[in-house]
Nanobody
Framework: QVQLVESGGGLVQAGGSLRLSCSGSGRREFSVHIMAWFRQAPGKEREFVAGINWSGESTTYADSVKGRFTISRDNDNNMVYLQMSILEPEDTGVYYC?????????????????WGRGTQVTVSS
């Protein structure tokens, strides 16, 4: 499994931006894994936000964040990023970084074997 640690969360006003970072351990393991961001709002189930394949050439986004969020990765430094713009109060939640050994990005959280502890994002109206 890949060890993951998120950072970059915080409090931001609606319309603002935040950049989340996820640091992974094990360079070889990290580079062959699909990476994704999920989020969980209070009282709701954890949901897929964005995913990126091992090379970074293929990305997938939830409809609710398309055009506002961008996922990227740096395999040389074992990092994954989520650039969030035009934030809305509905984006509030704990954001989790996850890794999967699958070949293609999936929105199914059961396919992800490694998870970070999460970072809180709060968007005020």
């Amino acid at each position: 499994q890949v060890q993951l640690v998120e950072s970059g969360g915080g409090l931001v006003q609606a319309g603002g931006s935040l950049r989340l970072s996820c640091s992974g351990s094990g360079r070889r393991e990290f580079s062959v894994h699909i990476m994704a961001w999920f989020r969980q709002a209070p009282g709701k189930e954890r949901e897929f936000v964005a995913g990126i394949n091992w090379s970074g050439e293929s990305t997938t986004y939830a409809d609710s964040v398309k055009g506002r969020f961008t996922i990227s990765r740096d395999n040389d430094n074992n990092m994954v990023y989520l650039q969030m713009s035009i934030l809305e109060p509905e984006d509030t939640g704990v954001y989790y970084c996850a890794a999967s050994p699958r070949l293609e990005v999936t929105m199914d959280l059961k396919s992800y074997a490694s998870w970070g502890r999460g970072t809180q994002v709060t968007v005020s109206s």
